[in-house]
Nanobody
Framework: QVQLVESGGGWVQAGGSLRLSCAAS????????MGWFRQAPGKEREFVAG????????RYADSVKGRFTISRDNAKNTVSLQMNSLKPEDTAVYYC????????????????????WGQGTQVTVSS
């Protein structure tokens, strides 16, 4: 079992920045590919960013490329999402997710490939 706790959400004006963090506990963090997803009201949960267990590989949704950066610290069991140039359409609840992986290079976009989820943190971007 892996427990994930997100933090860092809040309110920001368009063009601003926020940094989300996710603290993991329970199992060997470096065995898990990590990802960030988001869900806006009335919409399905969508992929935002993913990182391989080693941190070597990353993947981003087209809507956030060049603005968001995922990172991880395997020594501290944390994964972060730096969000810059925020837009009102980035408003959503953001979720951290972990999926056990045997590959040092695999990052994941599909929701079904993640085994554990955090409770989410709200990000609101005003225009």
């Amino acid at each position: 079992q892996v427990q994930l706790v997100e933090s860092g959400g809040g309110w920001v004006q368009a063009g601003g920045s926020l940094r989300l963090s996710c603290a993991a506990s329970g199992r060997t963090f470096s065995n898990y590919a990590m990802g960030w997803f988001r869900q806006a009201p009335g919409k399905e949960r969508e992929f935002v960013a993913g990182m391989s267990r080693s941190g070597i590989s990353t993947r981003y949704a087209d809507s956030v490329k060049g603005r968001f950066t995922i990172s991880r610290d395997n020594a501290k069991n944390t994964v972060s999402l730096q969000m810059n140039s925020l837009k009102p359409e980035d408003t959503a609840v953001y979720y951290c997710a972990a999926g056990r992986s045997s590959s040092y290079y695999e990052e994941r976009e599909e929701r079904g490939k993640y085994d554990y989820w955090g409770q989410g943190t709200q990000v609101t971007v005003s225009s």
